[in-house]
């Protein structure tokens, strides 16, 4: 009950196509080209808005078609349990197998690749002798892909990587070669851009101390993450196509790691003081540490500095809505959870599969972040 009031509300929080139907019958929140065009009539529609108010995990698990869900084995292996980001995605994506698509929990596993790509192909070895039906897969490095897939793929076993993108190349491959691989993610130049365009919708376009130039520090992700690579380049370019004239004090990694985020912050503020103006942050997490270096610095983050980050964690949207953050973007992983579950059931069932599903990012901003609290709480 508390999930479809939830779900429904995203759909009109972000003006999405969100998809009323239960597991395994629902379309991704929203495709990309690579994607399936959506193919629900309006008939459709209807039909499974009814059939949601009284899903029921019974009701859920009798819509999919072919295996019995409760036979169905799913291997999940997430690239490190510790991402505060990850944990949420996880824990939806269990949750929603079990209680949506009537999974049984034991028939889930879920491993923590702890950062080590050694020991996540060791995950995934494990579960094809062990004959998994399915694995969705948040590699450690997306450059490891080449090698799980062909794996896998020897052993017939579908599989649906998540959250870090393998290369374009590849995805086309897998149409090519007939592969059943997919990948379900969130096309990271939208929020790149995103980020930009809160900083240059402010009144004065993020020059907090007036001298006519954004200085700013970029505080990066994993930079083999296509995710830390576009938002780096988007949130600019949104900046500078805006007309702002910018540049770059410091850009460094932080990995995605709040720690990192705040010694990043910390240093820089030492190092260029009051001249820095606008403190990018690849996710929420090094934001929230961003945050900590900024109030020791003794600034205020909205008066002479702004501060932005991505995902929507809940701490941070309640940081937007109180004015102590400028602004995040919501990285809507009950979309990505359920995409991602979907077409691993797809799989094992049989059905087409496409290579790539992309859901949309969501602007978060004083002005929606209570509604987006609502969604995420
Ligand atoms: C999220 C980060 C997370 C990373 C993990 C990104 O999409 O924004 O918070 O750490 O994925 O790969």
Known sequence: MRLTKKVMAMALASCMVLSMAACGGSQPAETTA??????????????????????????AAAAVEGKDPSEIKVGISIYQFADNFMTLYREELQRY???????????ISIMDGKNDQGEQMN????????????MIINLVQASSEPTVTEECNAAGIPVVYINREPEAEREQ??????????????????????????????????????????????????????????????????????????EELVKMRGDWDQTKGQEITANALSQHGAKIDVVFCNNDAMALGALQAIEAAGRTVNEDIYLVG?????????HVMNDKMTGTVFNDYFGQAHTA????????????????????YVKVTPENAGEILELIK
Do not use: H
């Open 310 to 318: 991505v995902d929507a964690l809940v701490e941070v949207v309640e």
């Open 97 to 107: 197998l079990v209680e949506e698509c009537g999974l049984k929990a034991e028939n």
């Open 123 to 134: 995950q995934i070895r494990n579960f094809i002798t062990q004959g998994y039906d399915v």
């Open 173 to 246: 491959a897998w149409v090519d070669e007939g592969i059943k691989a997919t990948y379900v993610g969130a096309d990271a130049r939208q929020s790149g851009t995103f980020q930009g365009e809160e900083i240059a919708e402010l009144d004065n376009k993020g020059d907090a101390d007036g001298d006519g130039v954004v200085r700013y520090i970029m505080v990066q992700g994993d930079p083999e993450n296509v995710d830390a690579q576009y938002r780096t380049e988007k949130s600019i370019e949104a900046l500078t196509g805006a007309g702002v004239e910018v």
């Open 341 to 360: 579950a979907d077409k691993a059931l797809d799989f094992v069932n049989g059905k087409d599969v496409d290579n790539v599903y992309m859901v949309d």
């Open 34 to 59: 690579a994607a399936t065009e959506a193919t629900t009539t309006a008939a459709e529609a209807e039909a499974e808005k009814s059939d949601e108010a009284e899903t029921t995990a019974e009701a």
